[in-house]
């Protein structure tokens, strides 16, 4: 029963892929930026009442709904994100964002597609025990979201026994998932620097002490960081992003500002990156005359699969037409989810959505980002038979 039941899986998301559409489309003309998801909450409740599952808000914009199977057993959490990004769509479609300057440029829009549609195959196909939580969480990028959630209690009463989350990837053709064992994504650290000298005329650099020269050595020097305290077998990226000062080119300024970031997957690595990063700070500077400053902000952890859940993934993977399990290298780009993998097994997965020649697509966080929504009736499989699977052998 159970093998015939996940025959028929793929075929049932397929019956279902007007309404992804449908979904996915209403959400991407009608974008919304981390922490003002309200309309988007509301048409998710919403969508969920009218197929006649209870939905609550959960925090200021995010939602919750639980499907109960007829048996208690095991909780099964179910992410998507919800939030859009502050850019200005380009991508040649008819159904492009109606709200200049803001865009689903990560494919938030798709993830809240499939949760929608996996919660209501869930509750038609029937859970025969145990339950799923479906979580549709706001501010992922970079806006708290996911600590938002687990605040606001999320992984209480009961505590969830697996979590699963998706991403679409345009890397990835259509068809691939990477199912990863062990780190997916790295730990975001964003860093401020402030380099503090004193101004003078820029012909007279004797009567100051210039914060720009300063900057320099220290974008530089900080890259040894890397290349000298890391061991090789350790993934770690230190990127400036921004450096701010100055005014015209005959003054040397007071102050210089730098932006950037950290990766790591490690927690030890993590540490050490941000203890040399602030010993140089301490210390550079000083050393010529400034003095420096550095705060950490938007900070979380790696996102970690437990290879328990990704084996599961990969079996109900295995038996989907048309779905090939890959193990790409983990990414160093974040993902908020790690918060809740911290706390409860799980795994974040990729779901292709580069349609059949990835190279061409626009990447994440483009204007011209682009999804096949071949994907989206694949990704339904794969979050509905995770959980049938999970709840069914638990
Ligand atoms: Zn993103
Ligand atoms: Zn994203």
Redesign the pocket.
């Known amino acids: 029963m159970y093998t015939t039941h996940t025959k028929s899986l793929l075929n049932d998301a397929r019956a279902e892929r007007d309404a992804l559409i449908s979904l996915r489309r209403h959400f991407h003309m009608h974008p919304e930026i981390s922490g003002q998801e309200r309309e988007t909450q509301a048409f998710v409740c919403a969508t969920l009442e009218a197929w006649g599952i209870a939905a609550s808000p959960l925090g200021e914009t995010g939602v919750v709904a639980t499907l109960k199977g007829a048996e208690p057993g095991p909780c099964m959490l179910l992410r998507a994100d919800m939030d859009a990004?502050p850019i200005d769509e380009t991508a040649p479609v008819p159904f492009r964002s109606r709200v200049p300057g803001v865009m689903h440029?990560?494919?938030?829009d798709t993830h809240m597609a499939m949760l929608l549609v996996a919660a209501k195959m869930l509750r038609e196909r029937g859970l025969p025990r145990g339950s799923v939580r479906c979580l549709f969480q706001p501010a992922?990028?970079g806006g708290g979201g996911a600590q938002m959630m687990i605040d606001a209690g999320v992984l209480r009463a009961p505590v969830p026994d697996a979590a699963l989350a998706l991403h679409v990837w345009s890397l990835f053709a259509t068809g691939e998932v990477a199912i990863i064992d062990g780190p997916v994504m790295a730990a975001v650290d964003g860093f401020e620097i402030e380099i503090t000298g004193r101004g003078t005329h820029g012909a007279t650099p004797e009567s100051g002490i210039d914060p720009i020269a300063i900057a320099a050595q220290l974008v530089t020097a900080a890259q040894q960081i890397v290349a000298r305290r890391i061991a090789p077998h350790d993934a770690a990226v230190l990127t400036f992003g921004r450096i701010q000062g100055g005014s015209a080119f005959n003054i040397i300024p007071e102050q210089v500002r730098l932006l950037g970031t950290l990766r790591s997957f490690v927690p030890e690595v993590r540490a050490q990156l941000r203890d040399a990063l602030a010993d140089l700070v301490a210390h550079l500077p000083a050393a010529m005359g400034a003095t420096g400053r550095i705060a950490y902000f938007t900070e979380h952890a790696a996102t970690v699969n437990d290879p328990r859940i990704a084996a599961v993934v990969r079996d109900l993977a295995a038996s989907l037409p048309g779905v090939t399990a890959i193990q790409p290298r983990p990414l160093m780009?974040g993902?908020d989810f790690g918060l809740i993998l911290a706390q409860v097994p799980g795994a974040m997965i990729l779901v292709g959505c580069g349609g059949s020649t990835p190279a061409d697509a626009a990447p994440?966080?483009h204007p011209d980002f682009a999804v096949d929504e071949d994907c989206l009736p694949m990704g339904t499989a794969l979050l509905v038979g995770t959980a049938e699977r999970f709840l069914a052998t638990r």
């Open positions: 990004l440029a990560c494919g938030h992922e990028e780009a993902e994440h966080h």
